[in-house]
């Protein structure tokens, strides 16, 4: 390959990056928005969703998990404690440590939320036009195995 097909091949990944970023973070933050309006802080929901996900967690693996200092995670954990919405458990091998899960009423709270945020997706996509949304289907695919590298 020449120099200058190179360049251009980079230059359209470079451009196809910044757009696909930005309209990931625009999209991301749409879908947020698109959730119920209560109580729950972002920071709240988030930790919520990654144990709903992951089923049960170290609070040290939440923190690390949604990126903040354990403090933080501490008072956000603190917060769904008080709701009812998390437990604490002790851990099964280590007696320092305990395990946080959502409660059935944190599973209640995650599942509503979801499907708020899904009804919202839903209807959009519901505008656009068969074959976009064929597009958009392909594109999902690709970003996913993208994320997973």
Do not use: C
């Amino acid at each position: 390959m020449t120099e200058r097909v190179m360049t251009t091949e980079r230059t359209t990944a470079d451009t196809l990056a910044k757009t696909l970023r930005d309209a990931i973070i625009r999209f991301s933050r749409r879908v947020r928005q698109a959730r119920p309006v209560g109580d729950l802080t972002f920071s709240q929901l988030s930790a919520l969703t990654s144990l709903q996900l992951a089923g049960a967690l170290t609070p040290r693996e939440l923190a690390d998990m949604e990126r903040v200092q354990p403090p933080t995670m501490t008072k956000i954990v603190g917060k769904l404690e008080e709701r009812g919405l998390v437990a604490r458990t002790p851990h099964p091998t280590d007696g320092r440590q305990v395990i946080l899960a959502p409660t059935d009423e944190g599973r209640a709270v995650y599942a509503f939320n979801e499907r708020a945020r899904n009804e919202w997706l839903a209807g959009e996509l519901d505008r656009l036009t068969p074959e976009e949304r064929e597009t958009l289907a392909q594109a999902a695919e690709i970003m996913l195995r993208v994320a997973r590298g």
